[in-house]
């Protein structure tokens, strides 16, 4: 058995057991497992490649090619591996726009609409898992629209894909792991990183103190401290930074921050901005799946139960999608899931092999909390104070507009985007939504939970006029459109 | 802003606002832009800002330029192919040309 | 439960026609009370086409018609008053507006509709055209093959209107207004010569009420002797990104806003209570997008949209001021941005000076009653 790679609307079934999306650890390890159920599956993925940005560009990069990847990187072969053996189908490049479940229980259907070379179509499965996976937490500080300017997982992503190593001066800040993660991989590949900008508050430690036997007890903690050492050997970093700021009239030149009770200038020719992943639940989202807040993660994540069934029966979701957790769980995850959506189509019960993989999901949690709670960005980096500090990138509306908005007493981000188009760009939000719930928040002296988010709607990627205009026009569609004028 | 660190296997050549430019074959439009030293690709459409490839993974819109006559492209997510022609953009789309 | 402080008078609803109102009574010197509701309440205002229409309004209503028209005049000082009280700038554009025809019987029906109004409205009918393809052509060059032909009325036009909702609560607040959001009104009752507001958040005590709640005036409106009979009508839209400017003009089905996005409508479904959108429709609308103007083909759509229609059983406005509940009143239409300006001046006006003839009474709830025998 080989996978399939289908690169044509037109060489796509009309309906599939299963669909999954995203092509990370979660989707390939879902597929591998509806596929060893003898499921008709279907992995529809944006990126030309497998892997998922963890493991991107896991087709082509060798342990020998590129060894400053490093061995967690390396997991990911294994998982390609086991997934390039099943008999499902991999559409690359495929942007799945619209994810809407027909019919309720255990008969409901997905359907999804996905635009692959230019066409879209209509496919229908049993069951879909979600494996969208994470985006980076934005990280809205003065500056951080210049050229110059970009994400750690984005300098990890061309170091991965295309061995691109940033030229100086190159700065890091932010929170979390990553900062580090990269740093050690950029050293290890013969670059250079001239500063690191620690934003993660202080006190951040202790409370995340009453955690750490278990961090202890965990893969993490001894691999991280050693790659922590390492990076603090070769590279000046600054702890508890605070009023960061990015210079430069048409592209990043330096940075300015606080640190130490004292303001710091340094140049910067490439900056590094970073402070934790959260789900990339747009599609989840649109699809009607209730979210909830998640307050040691900061974040909204769609509800699920322990095998990835969200609040809509046809769908479930895995991996990062779900709530932030790593790769080792989103495989965990995806098996978890992928077998559980897989018996709901056979209609068959428990499986042994899922429950060895919740006790594995287990093991590989640990430490979790510690993570989150010691890396939770600081709130003045989540919700700005500066009014000139962008937080809608695409239609360019600042900190301050929405901070006005919030004082006029605007009942949440919806009602925010009818104000001040905050979220109706093409990112559809993926930038600004969690800015904006934690500025209203932080502005109206409301819990995030009860502010909420957006609601989506599809098209969740932006698709072309004539693609959509070319699907199917039911009778009932073309009534809607055409019958049912009375009046304007 | 990049430097590659390898020599690539295989080269192809892509037009970028009438320059052209030996790539890796295998890198999207947007790594091969930065690898070729371009942090800018387009002006923002409601300020007239610079703006440059930021998330590389299709989130953010920011790489949008246009490849082949069609406007509104994400550089991140497409892979660059021999005689690719590409433009940065300034402001709105228009709408005349650009079919796919 | 939380009370808030005795109101002189209350406005219930934050949308459009709530916000008008209360700008206008604002504005003559009142200080209402805007009681809003949830950021996912279900809200006509943002779903709204933008229109400022009058082109075939008041088929066997020439009171609407006339209303509707007297609004349109009024829409050139009104957007110069909220400019003034918001600093906004709504984005008036009265360059005329089409209806395009994609079949002979679409022609037929619309041509149809603009002459019975013209008929009945004599020398006071906004002027028209009724076009063919070729005349059509001649003024928007960049229309398909598939336009058959449009109807024309250069009165027509439209604004930004989520800059227009912005200005009104701008603007209602810098005149004296309040807005309180989370505040679903779920009873009214008389009390104490005035009425008693009441929902999960807690009661106000208000001298006088406005019902400007939409589709929720149906439930709240018999509270004080009024009606406001609906129909479920809910309407979908596309949305793209934004363009160089290609059409200066507007339309029912299609205009480009001043920022750049194209706006594509609409649909009719009469049958479903789910406020997410049907992408079976997407596929109609964004047909006939195509058809009527080719060029738009590649151009990327970024959200469709829906939202559920103020459609009362004969699709015109209800504006009335209860006889057995004096102080209460109700204002509901389906077309809150052209008649905003009525809302904001002559409903308001009415209202401050307690005139309980809203509209000249023309508009009564109680029209909808069936005779019992």
Not at chain 1, 134 to 161: C, D, F, N, Y
Not at chain 1, 186 to 214: C, K, M, Q, Y
Request: net charge neutral; hydrophobic share 45%; with cysteine.
């Amino acid at each position: 058995m080989t996978l399939t790679i289908i690169r044509n609307a037109d060489d796509l079934s009309a309906r599939y057991d299963i669909a999954i999306v995203g092509a990370g650890p979660a989707g390939m390890a879902a597929a591998t497992e509806c596929a060893r159920l003898g499921l008709a599956v279907v992995v529809f993925d944006e990126n030309a490649e497998a892997g998922g940005q963890i493991y991107r560009a896991i087709e082509r990069n060798t342990r020998a090619g590129r060894p400053y990847l490093g061995s967690d990187y390396g997991r990911g072969a294994g998982l390609w591996a086991a997934f390039c053996a099943t008999a499902a189908s991999h559409v690359p490049s495929a942007a799945v726009w619209s994810l809407e479940q027909q019919g309720e229980g255990a008969a409901a259907l997905a359907e999804l609409r996905v635009s692959v070379a230019g066409r879209s179509r209509i496919v229908l499965a049993r069951r879909v898992v979600l494996a969208t996976g994470a985006t980076e937490r934005p990280m809205p500080v003065r500056g951080w629209t210049l050229p110059g300017v970009m994400s750690v997982g984005a300098a990890q992503i061309a170091l991965k894909a295309s061995a691109l190593l940033p030229e100086g001066p190159v700065v890091l800040t932010g929170s979390g792991p990553l900062l580090y993660l990269y740093a050690d991989q950029v050293l290890a590949a013969g670059g250079t990183i001239d500063a690191i900008l620690e934003t993660t508050p202080r006190r951040n430690w202790l409370r995340a103190a009453p955690h750490v036997f278990s961090f202890l007890a965990s893969p993490y903690a001894w691999k991280g401290l050693g790659l922590m050492l390492r990076v603090r050997r070769a590279v000046r970093v600054f702890r508890a930074v605070t009023a960061l700021e990015i210079t430069g009239k048409d592209r990043a030149d330096g940075v300015t921050f606080m640190a130490g009770g004292k303001t710091v200038s340094l140049p910067a020719r490439s900056v590094f901005l970073h402070q934790g992943v959260i789900p990339h639940a747009n599609l989840a989202n649109a699809a009607g799946c209730a979210l909830a807040w998640n307050d040691r993660q900061k974040c909204f994540a769609p509800v699920v139960d322990g095998e990835g069934r969200s609040t809509r029966p046809a769908i479930f979701i895995a991996g990062d999608g779900n709530g932030i957790a790593g790769a080792v769980v989103a495989e965990f995850d995806g098996r978890i899931a992928g077998i559980a959506a897989g018996l709901e189509v056979l209609g068959a019960g428990s499986s042994e092999a899922s429950r060895r993989f919740v006790r594995l999901r287990k093991r590989a949690l640990r430490g979790r909390a510690f993570i989150d709670l010691a890396y939770q960005p600081a709130l003045s980096f989540r919700a700005p104070a500066a009014g000139d500090v962008v937080a809608c990138r695409c239609e360019e509306v600042s900190v301050g507009a929405i901070r006005e908005a919030a004082a006029l007493g605007v009942a949440g981000p919806n009602q925010l985007k009818t104000m001040l188009r905050c979220g109706m760009g093409p990112c559809q939000g993926r930038m600004c939504a969690a800015t904006v719930t934690e500025l209203l928040a932080d502005a109206q002296q409301r819990h995030p939970a009860d502010v909420g988010t957006y609601r989506l709607r599809p098209p969740i990627k932006p698709v072309p006029l004539c693609e959509i205009a070319a699907l199917p026009h039911t009778s009932e569609a073309v009534y809607a459109v055409t019958g049912g004028h009375s009046g304007h | 802003m990049f430097r590659k660190i390898e020599n690539p296997k295989d080269l192809v050549t892509i037009v970028v606002d009438g320059r052209e430019l030996e790539v890796d074959a295998t890198a999207s439009v947007a790594a091969a832009l930065l690898g070729a030293g371009m942090a800018t690709v387009r002006r923002s459409v409601v300020t007239d800002q610079p703006r440059g490839p930021y998330c590389l993974m299709g989130i953010c819109f920011e790489c949008l330029v246009t490849i082949d006559g069609v406007q509104n492209r994400q550089a991140c997510m497409v892979p660059v192919r021999d005689g690719m022609t590409i433009s940065s953009q300034r402001g709105a789309r228009t709408t005349q040309g650009g079919g796919r | 439960m939380r009370t808030l402080p005795d109101q002189e008078i209350v406005v219930v609803g934050g949308g459009l026609v709530g916000a008008a109102v209360a700008w206008g009574l604002a504005r003559k010197g009142l200080a209402p009370l805007v009681l809003d509701g949830e950021d996912l309440s279900h809200r006509a205002s943002r779903a709204n086409f933008a229109l400022v229409w009058v082109q075939g309004k008041g088929v066997g209503a020439p009171h609407y018609a006339r209303w509707t028209i007297a609004a349109a005049r009024r829409w050139p000082s009104f957007a110069a008053d909220l400019l003034e009280t918001s600093g906004i700038d709504v984005g008036l554009r009265q360059r005329g507006g089409f209806t395009f025809a994609l079949a002979g019987s679409e022609m037929a029906m619309w041509t149809e509709e603009v002459g019975c109004v013209a008929e009945a409205l004599g020398e006071d009918a906004p002027d028209h055209a009724v076009l063919d393809h070729a005349e059509t052509a001649r003024m928007v060059p960049a229309i398909g093959r598939d336009v058959v032909g449009a109807i024309y009325s250069p009165l027509d036009g439209d604004v930004n209107s989520l800059r227009l909702f912005r200005a009104l609560h701008v603007g209602m607040l810098n005149l004296g207004a309040a807005y309180r959001p989370h505040s679903d009104v779920t009873e009214i009752v008389p009390k104490a010569g005035g009425f008693l507001l009441t929902g999960a958040w807690g009661e106000v005590l208000a001298g006088r009420v406005v019902l400007a709640a939409g589709n929720g005036n149906t439930r709240l409106a018999p509270m004080v002797g009024l009606s406001a009979p609906t129909l479920q009508s809910k309407g979908q839209i596309l949305v793209t990104e934004k363009c160089a400017p290609f059409f200066p003009y507007t339309s029912t089905t299609l205009r480009q806003t001043d920022e750049g996005g194209v706006m594509i409508g609409d649909s009719q479904e009469a049958d479903t209570s789910s406020i997410a959108t049907d992408q079976d429709i997407s596929s109609v609308l964004a047909s006939r997008a195509v058809r009527t103007f080719p060029q738009l083909a590649a151009v990327n759509v970024l959200r469709s949209w829906s939202g559920f229609r103020v459609k009362t059983p004969d699709g015109l406005p209800i504006y009335e001021c209860s006889s057995t509940h004096p102080g209460a009143c109700l204002v509901m239409c389906h077309s809150g941005v052209t008649l905003a300006p009525n809302h904001a001046e002559l409903v308001a006006d009415a209202i401050v000076s307690r005139d309980t003839t809203l509209a000249g009474g023309l508009f009564p709830g109680g029209r909808f009653h069936v005779p019992q025998d």
